[in-house]
Nanobody
Framework: QVQLVESGGGLVQPGGSLRLSCVAS????????MGWYRQAPGKERELVAL???????TYADSVKGRFTISRDNAKNPVYLQMNSLKAEDTAVYFC??????????????WGQGTQVTVSS
C-alpha cells in the first residue's frame, strides 16, 4: 500500500518562500501523476500544480510564475517551490498520487496534508 508523507509547511511572511516535499513509500506504478492540492477554510480543495511521470506540468492560474513543481524521477519524491507567497496562499496543502494501473484502472492516494500560513 502506498503512503504519502508531506513536509515543509509552516509560517512565512508575505513575499517569502517555502518548499514542500512529498515522499511516497511502497511500490508505485511507473505511469503516474503527482500533484499538490490545497484547501483553505470554508473552500473546496483545488489543484495547485501537477507533474506527470513524463515531467509535463500544469499549474493553477493563481500560482503561475510563483510556484514550481518538480520531481527527481518518475517515482519519487515531488517538490513544490513556492515563491512570492501571498496571504491567499494560506491553506492545507495535500500531496496526491494518481497511478494508471492499466486499462481504466486508476489508484489515487492522498497525503495527510501540511499547513502553509502566510501572514505578517
Amino acid at each position: 500500500q502506498v503512503q504519502l508523507v508531506e513536509s515543509g509547511g509552516g509560517l512565512v511572511q508575505p513575499g517569502g518562500s517555502l518548499r514542500l516535499s512529498c515522499v511516497a513509500s511502497g511500490s508505485i506504478f511507473a505511469i503516474n501523476d503527482m500533484g499538490w492540492y490545497r484547501q483553505a477554510p470554508g473552500k473546496e480543495r483545488e489543484l495547485v500544480a501537477l507533474i506527470t511521470s513524463g515531467s509535463s506540468t500544469t499549474y493553477a492560474d493563481s500560482v503561475k510564475g510563483r510556484f514550481t513543481i518538480s520531481r527527481d524521477n518518475a517515482k519519487n519524491p515531488v517538490y513544490l517551490q513556492m515563491n512570492s507567497l501571498k496571504a491567499e496562499d494560506t491553506a492545507v496543502y495535500f500531496c496526491n498520487l494518481k497511478e494508471y494501473l492499466g486499462g481504466a484502472n486508476i489508484r489515487r492516494t492522498w497525503g495527510q496534508g501540511t499547513q502553509v500560513t502566510v501572514s505578517s
